[in-house]
């Protein structure tokens, strides 16, 4: 089975930063596409960023400029570095991860797997 493991969220001022990390593991042949997404309480989870395996990446716009999502696959984590921080970004952000291993049935495929979130709340 798989694990996705966030952390580094955290209390900050706006303005400021926070890197958080999401490490995957468990049985794992690869990773195809590594998304953060965020959810506000009383909203709907979005996407904030995704990266695939190959490095391409996009952002919501409201946090171009700002975010940079990025992949080390031989460690199987990703990172979401996070600057300029606005009150506005406050929400639980969670890893999601399309994974190719073991199904734990015998069989190999791709499954989706979520984190369990990481809050990020920012001050005015």
């Known amino acids: 089975?798989?694990?996705?493991?966030?952390?580094?969220?955290g209390?900050?001022?706006?303005?400021?930063?926070?890197?958080?990390?999401?490490?995957?593991s468990g049985s794992i042949f690869s990773i195809n596409a590594?998304?953060?997404?965020?959810q506000a309480p009383g909203k709907q989870r979005e996407l904030v960023a995704g990266i695939t395996r190959t490095y391409g990446t996009n952002y919501a716009d409201s946090v171009k400029g700002r975010f940079t999502i990025?992949?080390?696959?031989?460690?199987?984590?990703?990172?979401?570095?996070?600057?300029?921080?606005?009150p506005e970004?406050?929400?639980?952000?969670?890893?999601?991860?399309?994974?190719?291993?073991s199904?734990?049935?015998g069989?190999?495929?791709y499954q989706n797997y979520w984190g369990q979130?990481?809050?990020v709340t920012v001050s005015s």
């Open 1 to 9: 089975q798989v694990q996705l493991v966030e952390s580094g969220g």
């Open 11 to 24: 209390l900050v001022q706006a303005g400021g930063s926070l890197r958080l990390s999401c490490a995957a």
């Open 34 to 38: 590594m998304n953060w997404y965020r």
């Open 70 to 86: 990025s992949r080390d696959n031989a460690k199987n984590t990703v990172y979401l570095q996070m600057n300029s921080l606005k």
């Open 89 to 101: 970004d406050t929400a639980v952000y969670y890893c999601n991860a399309d994974v190719l291993g």
């Open 103 to 105: 199904d734990g049935r």
């Open 107 to 109: 069989s190999v495929r």
């Open 117 to 119: 979130g990481t809050q």
